[in-house]
Every structure is written in structure tokens, then in C-alpha cells.
């Protein structure tokens, strides 16, 4: 079928289309009128509770300045000098393998401590 | 204070006005899409009654949760929660189709007879020309997948474009000119099969 060929199929397959819903009979006319009056009586009848447009920013605005004041309550009750490492120096005592082989060598280094104790008396 | 309570008095006025304007925009969209719509309800289900509720819950659906919209969008959106509402159908329908075979029961023959071509009649063009013709499309309509349907009867009867009908197909745009590329060729073939 050409082109010229399926318009002419598709304005007929229209026009039987078109035929056929004007030709419904004054009881389906009358449900479908029925059913047109629920529904625009029920749009009329929109609950009174909807949110107002304005309202959405507003509570946007209030949400967000209410997690800025509790984040600043919190920062400012836990204040650095809590923190396990205030600076870069003991930062870099924390991170570096070095100093953690000490940590695994505790034994040696407990006993070392009690040799210069035992030399001090001697 | 009384001029506080005029400018209230005029504000709700206004919105009256304008809730009866939004109404009876409603109401004047409502009865242009209506026939269409339950004849599109009534090829998809084969039965007015269907028809009949799903095009009703469409309408209440539209009008209460998008009769606030602007009045271009309620085509689409109409037709978006009508084929939705046909689709939910068809799905229900089958698992009830399924439930009758299994216990016993027959599912749904078409009569063999509809699909003997007759040898008398004209062209598919002089076909589509009276009443006989709508009997034959609409044979031919309902013998097409659901969705092959949706796609034909939305750009061919309201018109949509392939966009707006992926739209209310809640499809890609891609499906919708497959499907309404199949739709056409099994539609002329049906049809052409009626052809001396």
C-alpha cells in the first residue's frame, strides 16, 4: 500500500469511525451524559484542605531553616578539641606504619623500660 | 474594615467565577471526547457495560485530580488514564480467561465464520463507506493486539501525534510507530481480504 493508498484507508477507517460514535444509541447517550455530570460535579466539589501553592516554599523555607539551627546546635556542643587528632602532627603519628609497628612491639619496648628502671637503681 | 471585607468578598467572587468557567471548560471537554472514548472502551472490552464504567472512572479521575490543569493538557492526560484504565482491564480479563480454562470451562471462540473472507463484497476503500463497513473494521479493530489497537485508534482517530500518543500509551515513542506500523498492515490485510 503506498502512501496515497493508506490516507485514503486511514481518512475511510476515520470516517466509519466517526459514523459509528454518532450513531450511538439515546441509552448509552444518556449513561455517558451521567457519568459526564458526576464527574464535573466532583471537580466542583474540590476539598476545601488542598494545600494553598504559597504554602509549599513557605514550609520549604521553615524546613530548611530548622536543619540549619539544629546542624548549629550540634556544632557548636561538639566543639574540635574533642576530636582524637587536633593536629597535623599527631595526624601524621596516627597514620604512619612507623609508629604503628611500635604499637604491635608493645611487649619489647615494656620490657625495655624495665632494664634502664633496673640500671637506674644498679 | 468594611473595605477589607469588600476586597475579600471580590476575591471570592472571582474565584467562583472561576471555578464555574473551570467547570463548564470541563464539562465542554468531557462531552467532545466522550462518544470516542467509549467506543474505543467498547472495541478494547467487546462490551458496553465495560465500556460504560471505564469510561466514567476515566472522567472521574480526570476531573478530580486534574481538573485544575490547563485545559491543553486534559486530552492527553484523559486518554492516559482511559487506556490505562483498558489496559488494567485486559490484564483482569485474562487471568479470568485463565481461571475459567483450567476449571473447565471454555475460553472465548471466536466463530470461525467471521474470518471467512466474503467474495461479494467491494475494496477496502468502498468497504469503509457505510454501516457494512464499520462492521468490518470494527471486526478487524478488535482482532489486532491491545496495544497495536491503542496506537492506531489514538493517531488515527484523536488525532494525537506519536509523542502524545506514547504519552497516553505510557510508552516509548519508538512502540507507539511499531505498533501503529503493525496496526496498519494487519488492518489492510483483514480488510483486503473482503477484496473480489
Known amino acids: 500500500m ?21 450513531a450511538l444509541d439515546a441509552h448509552t447517550l444518556s449513561r455517558l451524559h451521567s457519568a459526564r455530570s458526576r464527574a464535573v460535579e466532583a471537580a466542583g466539589q474540590q476539598p476545601s484542605w488542598r494545600t494553598p501553592g504559597w504554602l509549599l516554599p513557605a514550609g520549604a ?14 556544632w557548636m556542643s561538639n566543639p574540635l578539641n574533642n576530636h ?17 609497628e611500635i604499637a ?18 644498679t | 474594615m468594611w473595605a477589607a471585607a469588600r476586597v475579600l468578598s471580590s476575591t471570592l467572587d472571582k474565584r467562583e467565577e472561576g471555578t464555574l468557567d473551570s467547570t463548564q471548560a470541563l464539562d465542554r471537554f468531557l462531552a467532545g471526547v466522550e462518544r470516542r472514548a467509549f467506543r474505543m472502551a467498547q472495541l478494547a472490552t467487546g462490551n458496553v457495560e465495560d465500556a460504560l464504567d471505564l469510561v466514567q472512572e476515566a472522567m472521574l479521575k480526570l476531573a478530580q485530580h486534574y481538573g485544575r490543569r490547563n485545559e491543553q493538557e486534559w486530552g492527553p492526560l484523559f486518554h492516559r488514564i482511559l ?47 457505510g454501516q457494512r463497513a464499520m462492521g468490518a473494521l470494527e471486526q478487524a479493530l478488535q482482532k489486532l493486539p491491545l496495544r497495536q489497537q491503542q496506537a492506531f485508534l489514538l493517531r488515527t482517530w484523536e488525532g494525537f501525534d506519536v509523542a502524545a500518543t506514547a ?10 510507530k511499531t505498533h501503529y506500523s503493525r496496526a496498519v498492515h494487519t488492518l489492510r490485510v483483514l480488510l483486503e481480504g473482503h477484496q473480489p
Open chain 2, 83 to 129: 487506556q490505562s484504565r483498558i489496559r488494567d482491564w485486559y490484564r483482569r480479563s485474562r487471568v479470568r480467561n485463565r481461571w475459567r480454562v483450567w476449571l473447565g470451562g471454555e475460553e472465548g471462540e471466536e466463530d470461525p465464520l467471521h474470518n471467512l473472507a466474503d467474495t461479494d463484497a467491494p475494496g477496502p476503500a468502498q468497504l469503509l463507506a
Open chain 2, 167 to 176: 504519552h497516553a500509551m505510557g510508552c516509548s515513542e519508538g512502540s507507539v
Open chain 1, 2 to 22: 503506498n502512501t496515497d493508498q493508506e490516507q485514503g484507508f486511514i481518512k475511510s477507517a476515520r470516517s466509519a469511525l466517526d459514523a459509528s460514535a454518532n
Open chain 1, 61 to 74: 523555607l521553615a524546613s530548611t531553616a530548622l536543619v540549619l539551627v539544629v546542624s548549629s546546635v550540634l
Open chain 1, 104 to 121: 604491635t612491639d608493645y611487649d619489647f619496648y615494656h620490657w625495655l623500660d624495665e632494664q634502664t628502671a633496673m640500671q637506674a637503681e
Open chain 1, 84 to 100: 582524637a587528632v587536633s593536629t597535623p602532627e599527631e595526624g601524621e603519628i596516627v597514620v604512619s606504619d612507623e609508629n604503628l
